[in-house]
């Protein structure tokens, strides 16, 4: 069975940081493109970032610069590192497996949500001003 548990979310002030992690079990994360994505209250699940099998990535706008996605396979587990954290991007962040492209991210354009096959049950991240 497969399970995504994220970690390291919680509440830090605007222009902190945290490390968001995503540990796999009955699965091997390695193989497969991963992504984070996001949920705002009132918002559409939006994807932040994302990772292939070859350690490839992508970003949405709005975070470049400020987060990092990165995986270390030994351990079966992904992270998102965010600094100089926004109030905006206060959310429920998830993680998600696409295990249907082949360790891909990039097929046409960045993966929607509707291109992953499992998600973590997310952890929430609140930045205040």
């Known amino acids: 069975q497969v399970q995504l548990v994220e970690s390291g979310g919680g509440s830090v002030q605007a222009g902190g940081s945290l490390r968001l992690s995503c540990a796999a079990s009955?699965?091997?994360?390695?193989?497969?493109?991963m992504g984070w994505f996001r949920q705002a209250p009132g918002k559409e699940r939006e994807g932040v970032a994302f990772?292939?099998?070859?350690?490839?990535?992508g970003y949405v706008e709005s975070v470049k610069g400020r987060f990092t996605i990165s995986k270390d396979n030994a351990k079966n587990t992904l992270y998102l590192q965010m600094v100089s954290l926004r109030p905006e991007d206060t959310a429920m962040y998830y993680c998600?497996?696409?295990?249907?492209?082949?360790?891909?991210?990039?097929?046409?354009?960045?993966?929607?949500?509707?291109?992953?096959?499992?998600w973590g049950q997310g952890t929430q991240v609140v930045v205040s001003s």
């Open positions: 009955g699965y091997t994360l390695s193989r497969d493109c």
């Open positions: 990772i292939d099998s070859g350690g490839g990535t």
């Open positions: 998600a497996a696409n295990s249907r492209w082949r360790g891909v991210c990039y097929l046409q354009g960045a993966p929607s949500r509707d291109d992953f096959d499992w």
